[in-house]
Structure formats: structure tokens, C-alpha cells
């Protein structure tokens, strides 16, 4: 059974940072593909970056590059979502899923195979 957790979501002001964190059990994350995506109010879903589980290929959404860094924790069953310079269009409620990654599929994919209840991240001065 899959069951993904993610965590670190916060208030902060505009230019702060926040660590999201994404715990995922029942797979192989070296085998498999995370991507971190958000849905902010009266807004699209929108897939934010994504990380390869066969060769660490990592990929950003124009909207957040040089400012987001995805990464894999020591427990290899884990993901990070470094986020910088935040800025209150990235208020969101933050979602970590499985299955996909790519340019792609940051861009335009909807579904994914799990996902999990999402954390909520607002930027407000």
C-alpha cells in the first residue's frame, strides 16, 4: 500500500524560505519518479518540479527556477522541496505524487498515480 505524507508547510513573508518535506512508503523511489505540484487558490494545478528516480534528473517549472530545489534525503524514501525568495503568487497548497517526470509532465499532466493530502504554504506580509 502506497501512502505518501508531505510536511513544512507554513506561513511566511514574502523573501522568506520554507523546507517541504515528502515521505513516501510502499515505493521504490530509485525506481520511481517524484514531482511536487501545487494548487493555489482559484488557480490551475500546477506542476512545480520533478525528480527522476532512475538517474536524479531533476526538472523546474519556469515560475519557480533558481528559486526551488528539489532534492532526495538520506532516507532514500524521502523528498525535499527547498523553497527561496518566496513570493506570495506561490501560495498554494503543496502536493507530492508519483509516477511522472518530466518537462512534459510538469507542464501539462493532471493525474498522477499517488499523491498525497497536501501541505499548505502562504506567503503574506
Known amino acids: 500500500q502506497v501512502h505518501i505524507v508531505e510536511s513544512g508547510g507554513g506561513l511566511v513573508q514574502p523573501g522568506g524560505s520554507l523546507r517541504l518535506s515528502c515521505v513516501v512508503s510502499?515505493?521504490?523511489?530509485?525506481?520511481?519518479?517524484i514531482t511536487w505540484f501545487r494548487q493555489g487558490p482559484r488557480k490551475e494545478r500546477e506542476g512545480v518540479s520533478c525528480?527522476?528516480?532512475?538517474?536524479?534528473?531533476?526538472f523546474y517549472a519556469d515560475s519557480v527556477k533558481g528559486r526551488f530545489t528539489i532534492s532526495r534525503g538520506k532516507s532514500r524514501d524521502t523528498v525535499y522541496l527547498q523553497m527561496n525568495n518566496l513570493h506570495p503568487n506561490d501560495t498554494a497548497v503543496y502536493y507530492c505524487?508519483?509516477?511522472?517526470?518530466?518537462?512534459?509532465?510538469?507542464?501539462?499532466?493532471?493525474?498522477?498515480?499517488?499523491w498525497g493530502q497536501g501541505t499548505q504554504v502562504t506567503v503574506s506580509s
Open positions: 510502499g515505493i521504490n523511489l530509485d525506481y520511481d519518479q
Open positions: 525528480l527522476t528516480g532512475s538517474d536524479g534528473s531533476t
Open positions: 505524487a508519483t509516477g511522472f517526470c518530466s518537462p512534459y509532465d510538469l507542464r501539462n499532466r493532471y493525474e498522477y498515480d499517488y
